[in-house]
């Protein structure tokens, strides 16, 4: 025997170790064709050969264990996380898979795992509990395994129609994947199954493969199964030593003589063994759950939803017999609300009560006051239901919202014995209709967070879908909860509390053009209208109500933030209805340019989109320069969008950090109360088309020449560098070519490019008169192509006729005739009028572009000289020329030579 044996056995001596026989070598061959020598540690580690099947699918299982551990716990996350392995582990067994086909339990498990999650995705109140990282890994694992699922929707229909077929399935699956994988064992071993049996009967090679292998269900039987197991052992073991001496001639090595044998007898035992298995698999299942259920009655054990361990008890309302009265009420009011803001506190639970105690107050008759005060904290209970500062409310929230406020404003009015106020103490509230009913509360701050919750709604919603529509139908409600509590305020409210109601009605009006007073004043225009159009066109003037409300505010208002609000507002107004000197003049008067840089950014955004305004109006009114000085700051910035509430630019985030974008956000201003870019730019640079191109006509050899508008010379820039012009496509390109025209005195080209279809639907039909704004538009365009005309060409005519220049432009001759003049008085034009003749006579006082260029030349060079003398002063340390050094190294005082040489004009100097 060998000595490997010999130490691993502790029934054997030492003397018998050394007498043992060892197996001899055979001769010619090598170590490791020998036989295979087993310790005992070397068999009970035993080296198992499983298949590439067998190792892909046993890492699938795993995966779907640790995924249903995940879902026992809720753990979203881990689901998550452990669906990507799965997925990935799938992916490497695609060739098995192509080979063996899909396996049930994959199935299966894809199944169980959409049902889960759509289960949790329906219950509201759990994924309100949900932690941030389950609540994002539930929508994205949803998504997922929905896409996922479609390419095996056959599979899952049949698993779902019928589940215990394809779990049998599934078992027959894993029963013949452990015996083909243990067949290779023993094929890779080089022992037969035959040299297992006893040589009496020799069945089928299947058949005693099926019964002395081992399945996957026996490896995980339970102890007591196993002990089960070691009985059907052979009972070769009590057999003498001279039988186990002659079984050692039987066997080729000492490795099948150790192996474990099973007689024929015992197959039968196997089969009902494994029977009785499956029977007391679920007998045990059930007696654990009976035995759980005997150990929860005792003690009261009650099942805990998942969530947040701090969530609060319900207060309860009344014991039964309570009397119902005032004290008792506003108890049990306080009690709701000491839960107010606490972790853990279920928001949605809370309205329910409050709005319960209020049906309870009313049913045992307590009065207004405890209606109204409640109210009051129901209301504020909805605001604070989201405790998000950049989220909105739900629609039903809102709408629930609204409706409290209308009963809420309707005690009020029914009710005018009830004074509320935020200065009334609660000690001092009453509630009793013998005596006044004080409440504590502000109707105003509610109507004022309100209307904040509007305009948070209209910026979350996507501007360009119907949703964005239907609650901007919601405006016309709280437009008229504003105007509502603006007569209970006339009535009853302090002067700043009027004030601030003013303020949010002139908000809601500023920017909205009223078309029928526009209407009105058209028709009255055109003469008398029927009665019918009367009766539609009845009602305040918006110009009327602002007037009024601003009014009040100029004279009551303390704040500086209200009064500057409605003057800008009032501004706006009167720039949107074309009243153009009105606003103007309210403008230079507020002096709001001086020190608008100290106010709010909400205050700035307002003085912004006012002065656009005021700048698009100048524009209709063919004040083009006034037009172009308004709108210089917003568009020389390149920061439009921005300076006007109307969207956020891509910034570092160095320059600004989330915090910092989250409070620009709330800023922003609703979609329908935007102003039109495209617009405001085209009105901008035609604006500065009509300034910049006569200028630049007139000052054409002038080298110290300013720009007018960097922003127009850069489009220009633009359109020069094109190496291919085509016809033009954008707005900017429109206004490029048509300069380049009107550079060329030709007008009817520069009011083609600005004046056709394309430009019409882009831009000028979004103005309220269009007719008036076109012809406005040719004039100004005929009148500056005359002046670029006579500019460019003056040094070409020694006289011309005004008639010609009227036939040409398509004017009137007086208006030739007022262009003219007016040039030649402001020294533009070097030229006189000869009446008899009503022709201009040129003077020819301009040079010529050879003198222009010397001219120019001459000025540099005197620069540079000036420039030269300055350095070499400074670097001979000589000041500026006051002192000199003489021969004798001594210094003298020059009388004033250089002083008086630089004093001198450039034309008496001598180089």
């Keep these: 025997m060998s000595r490997f044996f010999a130490t691993g056995s502790d029934s054997e001596s030492e003397e018998s170790t050394s007498g043992d026989e060892q197996i001899a070598k055979p001769v010619g061959t090598t170590f490791a064709r020998q036989p295979l020598l087993l310790s005992d540690d070397d068999e009970e580690t035993k080296r198992v050969v499983r298949s590439a099947k067998d190792k892909r699918f046993d890492e699938l299982t795993n995966i779907i264990k640790t995924i249903r551990n995940a879902m026992k716990i809720r753990d979203i996350s881990k689901c998550l996380e452990e669906f990507e392995q799965l997925w990935k582990a799938f992916q490497k067994s695609k060739t098995i898979v192509d080979k063996e086909g899909i396996p049930k339990f994959y199935i299966r498990i894809l199944a169980d795992l959409e ?117 059907d052992w052979g009972e070769d073991s009590d057999e003498s030593d001279s039988e186990s001496n002659e079984d050692d001639a039987k066997y080729t090595s000492l490795a099948a003589k150790f192996l474990k044998k099973t007689p024929v007898d015992a197959e039968p035992k196997l089969e009902s063994k494994r029977e009785d298995k499956g029977r007391k698999k679920p007998e045990r299942k059930l007696k654990r759950l009976e035995e759980e259920e005997e150990d929860e009655e005792p003690g009261e054990w009650e099942k805990v939803k998942w969530g947040a361990p701090m969530v609060k008890e319900k207060p309860k309302m009344f014991a039964k017999g309570t009397e119902i009265n005032h004290a008792v009420v506003l108890k ?90 935020e200065n009334i103490a609660e000690d001092s509230e009453s509630y009793s209709a013998d005596q006044p009913i004080r409440v504590r509360g502000c109707v105003l701050t509610l109507a004022e967070r309100m209307d904040e919750e509007f305009t948070k709604i209209m910026q979350n919603t996507d501007p360009h879908s119907q949703e964005y529509v239907d609650n901007l139908k919601d405006e016309a409600r709280v437009c008229k909860v504003i105007e509502r509590l603006q007569s209970y305020m006339e009535q009853k409210g302090a002067t700043e509390e009027i004030c601030r109601i003013y303020l949010r009605r002139i908000m809601h009006t500023y920017y909205k053009f009223d078309y029928k007073a526009h209407q009105r004043q058209m028709a009255s225009k055109q003469g008398s209208k029927s009665e019918q159009d009367q009766a539609e066109n009845e009602g305040e003037d918006s110009a009327l109500l602002m007037d009024r409300l601003c009014k009040y505010i100029y004279a009551k208002d303390r704040t500086d933030r209200i009064r500057t609000c409605a003057i800008l507002c009032h501004i706006y107004h009167h720039a949107l209805h074309n009243r153009w000197f009105q606003a103007r003049d309210l403008m230079l008067m507020s002096h709001l340019q001086d020190n608008i840089q100290h106010a709010d950014p909400p205050v700035q955004i307002l003085y912004n989109r006012t002065m656009v305004q005021l700048g698009i109006c100048a524009f209709r009114q063919g004040m083009t ?115 380049k025209a009107m550079k060329m ?79 030649i008085i402001n020294e533009e034009l070097m030229a006189s009028l000869d009446q008899p003749t009503q022709t201009v006579v040129m003077h020819r006082t301009e040079p010529t572009s050879l003198q222009n260029m010397a001219l120019q030349l001459a000025e540099k060079l005197g620069n540079l000289v000036d420039n030269n003398e300055r350095i070499f002063d400074l670097k001979q340390g000589t000041y500026g020329g006051y002192f000199s050094r003489d021969q004798k190294g001594s210094y003298q005082q020059k009388q004033n030579y250089q002083r008086g040489y630089r004093n001198q004009p450039q034309s008496q100097r001598e180089y």
């Excluded at 005309?789 to 009137?812: C, G, K, N, P, Q």
């Design 745 to 823: 005195g030709d007008w009817k080209t520069c009011k083609a490019f600005i004046i056709n279809e394309k430009m019409n639907a882009k831009v000028w039909d979004l103005f309220p008169e269009v007719d008036k704004v076109r012809e406005m538009l040719i004039r100004k365009i005929q009148e500056e192509s005359l002046r670029t005309y006579l500019f460019t060409y003056s040094s070409v005519y020694d006289s011309i006729s005004m008639e010609s220049l009227a036939r040409m432009f398509e004017l009137e001759l007086p208006t030739v005739h007022s262009i003219i003049s007016k040039m």
């Design 625 to 739: 320069k006034d037009a172009h000085n308004a709108l210089l700051d917003i568009q020389s910035s390149g920061r439009a969008k921005e300076l006007l509430g109307q969207g956020l630019l891509m910034r570092n985030m160095q320059e600004r950090n989330q915090e910092q974008e989250k409070i620009e956000k709330r800023r922003q201003i609703p979609f329908h109360m935007h102003i039109n870019l495209e617009l405001l730019e085209c009105v901008y640079l035609v604006s500065a088309m009509l300034l910049e191109i006569p200028y630049m006509a007139a000052h054409e050899f002038d080298a110290r020449r300013r720009m007018i508008s960097k922003q127009f010379h850069h489009q220009l820039r633009v359109g020069e560098r094109q190496p291919l012009l085509g016809p033009p496509e954008s707005m900017r390109e429109h206004v490029v070519a048509a300069s």
């Design 332 to 421: 049990k009011l306080h009690e709701i609300l000491q839960a107010r803001g606490k972790k853990g506190t279920d928001r949605a639970a809370q309205i329910d009560l409050l709005q319960s105690l209020a049906s309870i107050a009313a049913e045992n008759n307590l009065g207004e006051g405890m209606q109204v005060k409640i109210k009051f904290n129901i209301i504020a209970s909805m605001y604070d239901y989201n405790p998000n500062l950049s989220a909105c409310m739900k629609p039903d929230m809102w709408k629930k919202c609204l409706d409290c406020i209308d009963e809420l404003l309707d005690l009020l009015f029914d009710n005018q014995n009830i004074f509320i106020g």
């Design 115 to 231: 049902e889960y999650l759509n289960e949790i995705w329906d219950d509201k109140e759990g994924k309100k509990k949900m932690n941030k990282n389950n609540a994002k890994a539930l929508s994205t694992l949803r998504q997922k395994i929905r896409k996922y699922n479609r390419d095996y929707e056959n599979e899952i229909t049949a698993y779902k129609e019928n589940p215990e077929q394809s779990g049998d399935e599934d078992h027959e699956d894993e029963e013949s994947s452990t015996e083909e994988s243990s067949g290779d064992e023993d094929d890779d071993m080089g022992i037969s199954a035959s040299s297992f049996l006893k040589k009496k009967v020799e069945p089928p090679v299947s058949d005693m493969k099926s019964k002395f292998l081992k399945t996957a269900k026996e490896e995980d039987e339970d102890e007591e199964e196993e002990s089960d197991d070691d009985e």
